[in-house]
């Protein structure tokens, strides 16, 4: 099917499956601007849905066998189940159907340069950097970034030119539908085991990702991480490193200062002084996705002037560490983490910005992810004052029973004996509302829908 499809104009019908999506949305935005027509389904309407709509999408508000007549081809994402009768009467109907990652894969083809950025963490900030330098550096980029920047006004921007950046997620393997020209590793954890066997498992697929990189091409690996670094030395081409803690990368920084949580460090390339840069953005987990992007960006000829601007003007995607707003003196900040390694780095950047108790609301993601990892997600919640723990967010799989948000509560209290279980959200704006005082900061967590507490907690009104 990858070599039948192509851009033609008029000439082709894309069906998307859960077309509301973040990913397939800007899919869909991306092959609409090359003239394919496109319909979709999706089970809620939404922003992205009546965005769509506007842009000449037929949008199915429901999955149906009835939705599928006469198009040339079926896209759907991982969530989606085989059995879905969209795509049981697209098999029947005998239309060629894809998987999401293919489609991504197929439309970076299409470009000169692609650049991917892979890791377990920090995919969609350190895309979303390379962007804004690409940005500012005139390359004129099509961007398809996992979350929502302010600078390309969402999560896709169309181009003029022959490049192309795009976040590579390594569930399921999806990233070895990708041939960049130049790919990131940023780090290599144990996630998603309902997938994957082990870390070895993981770290193989990463591999076998760069693999597919084009030669010539680049790649940019962080030598902090243990995986990343013993997959460093498997490699049998050059690459590009980089890390806080590993003086001998390429692309190392010295007198790293915090003001307001966001640092400011001395950038060296091969021992030399680079440049100083201040970031935008809080913790020092966000030095080191800077310096993938400086070592991106150089390698890609950017100016160094380009790089230092676009970074320092760089103000973070929304759902990390997005400043949601304050009431009565208490901040509201919510975060996307949802791995014990995530959530750890994230609580260093938010208490370095409390004045008072730092109040963290998390929403474990995936039943899987939770029982597999639950003793690391009982560990990683030091940092916080109080952890309100609501329900597993389900997402794409189905409660089995093999695990409840009780055992999450029951081990982080084990640990650093903070935490308390409240299953709603409504129950959650009540334990704030009773508990937060001025000066304290709030932050939700996750990867659900667990910015809705803040969202509510700051538009409740306030008890006589």
């Known amino acids: 099917m990858t070599n039948r499809?192509?851009?033609?104009?008029?000439?082709?019908?894309?069906?998307?499956?859960?077309?509301?999506?973040?990913?397939?949305s800007g899919l869909a935005e991306i092959l609409m601007h090359r003239g394919v027509k496109i319909t979709g389904s999706d089970l809620h309407e939404s922003d992205i849905t009546d965005r769509l709509k506007n842009m000449g999408a037929i949008v199915f508000p429901s999955?149906?066998?009835?939705?599928?007549?006469?198009?040339?081809?079926?896209?759907y994402s991982a969530a989606i189940p085989q059995d879905n009768p969209e795509l049981t009467e697209a098999r029947s109907k005998g239309i060629p159907v894809m998987e999401r990652a293919e489609l991504l894969g197929v439309i970076m083809d299409h470009f000169q340069h692609a650049v991917a950025v892979s890791g377990t963490?920090?995919?969609?900030t350190t895309t979303s950097m390379i962007s804004q330098v690409m940005l500012e550096g005139g390359?004129?980029?099509?961007?398809?970034?996992?979350?929502?920047?302010?600078?390309?006004?969402?999560?896709?921007?169309?181009?003029?030119?022959g490049w192309f950046v795009a976040e590579a997620c390594e569930y399921k393997d999806s990233f070895l539908k990708f041939r960049p020209s130049l790919a990131v590793v940023l780090n290599i954890?144990?996630?998603?085991?309902?997938?994957?066997?082990?870390?070895?498992?993981?770290?193989?697929?990463?591999?076998?990702?760069?693999?597919?990189?084009?030669?010539?091409?680049?790649?940019?690996?962080?030598?902090?991480d243990p995986q990343t670094r013993l997959l460093s030395k498997s490699l049998t081409r050059p690459f590009i490193s980089y890390g806080l803690k590993s003086p001998e990368a390429d692309w190392t920084c010295e007198d790293i200062a915090f003001e307001n949580g966001c640092a400011s460090f001395t950038v060296y390339h091969k021992k030399s002084s680079w440049s100083r840069v201040k970031l935008s953005v809080p913790g020092?987990?966000?030095?080191?996705?800077?310096?993938?992007?400086?070592?991106?960006?150089?390698?890609?000829?950017?100016?160094?002037?380009?790089?230092?601007?676009?970074?320092?003007?760089?103000r973070g995607t929304h759902r990390r560490l997005e400043d949601k707003g304050i009431k009565n003196g208490i901040r509201v900040l919510d975060d996307y983490a949802h791995h014990p390694t995530e959530i750890q780095a994230t609580l260093q950047a938010a208490r370095a910005?409390?004045?008072?108790?730092?109040?963290?609301?998390?929403?474990?993601?995936?039943?899987?992810?939770?029982?597999?990892?639950?003793?690391?997600?009982?560990r990683s919640f030091a940092l916080?004052?109080?952890?309100?723990?609501?329900?597993?967010?389900?997402?794409?799989?189905?409660?089995?029973?093999?695990?409840?948000?009780?055992?999450?509560?029951?081990?982080?209290?084990?640990?650093?004996?903070?935490?308390?279980?409240?299953?709603?959200?409504?129950?959650?704006?009540?334990?704030?509302?009773?508990?937060?005082?001025?000066?304290?900061?709030?932050?939700?967590?996750g990867a659900g829908d667990i910015h809705k507490v803040g969202e509510m907690y700051l538009a409740a009104t306030d008890s006589p």
């Not at 597919?212 to 962080?222: A, E, F, S």
């Not at 916080?384 to 029973?401: F, N, S, W």
């Open 284 to 314: 020092l987990h966000n030095v080191s996705n800077a310096l993938a992007c400086i070592a991106s960006c150089h390698a890609l000829g950017i100016p160094q002037t380009a790089i230092i601007k676009g970074l320092e003007s760089f």
């Open 139 to 161: 390359l004129d980029p099509t961007i398809h970034v996992g979350g929502l920047l302010d600078a390309i006004g969402g999560n896709t921007r169309i181009g003029s030119s």
């Open 384 to 445: 916080a004052d109080t952890v309100v723990v609501a329900d597993i967010y389900a997402a794409r799989e189905k409660d089995t029973g093999l695990i409840h948000a009780r055992a999450l509560a029951d081990g982080i209290n084990r640990n650093t004996g903070n935490a308390v279980y409240i299953p709603d959200f409504a129950g959650i704006v009540s334990f704030l509302g009773e508990n937060a005082q001025s000066g304290d900061l709030i932050l939700t967590m």
């Open 189 to 224: 954890d144990a996630d998603h085991l309902d997938y994957f066997r082990d870390v070895d498992h993981i770290r193989s697929s990463f591999e076998a990702f760069l693999s597919q990189v084009r030669n010539p091409g680049t790649i940019v690996l962080n030598l902090d």
């Open 353 to 378: 910005l409390a004045l008072g108790r730092l109040f963290c609301i998390f929403q474990p993601h995936t039943y899987t992810r939770t029982y597999e990892l639950l003793d690391d997600f009982s």
């Open 63 to 75: 999955h149906e066998a009835s939705n599928i007549t006469n198009q040339d081809l079926v896209v």
């Open 5 to 24: 499809f192509t851009f033609s104009p008029g000439n082709i019908t894309v069906h998307m499956v859960g077309i509301g999506g973040i990913s397939m």
């Open 121 to 124: 963490h920090g995919k969609t």
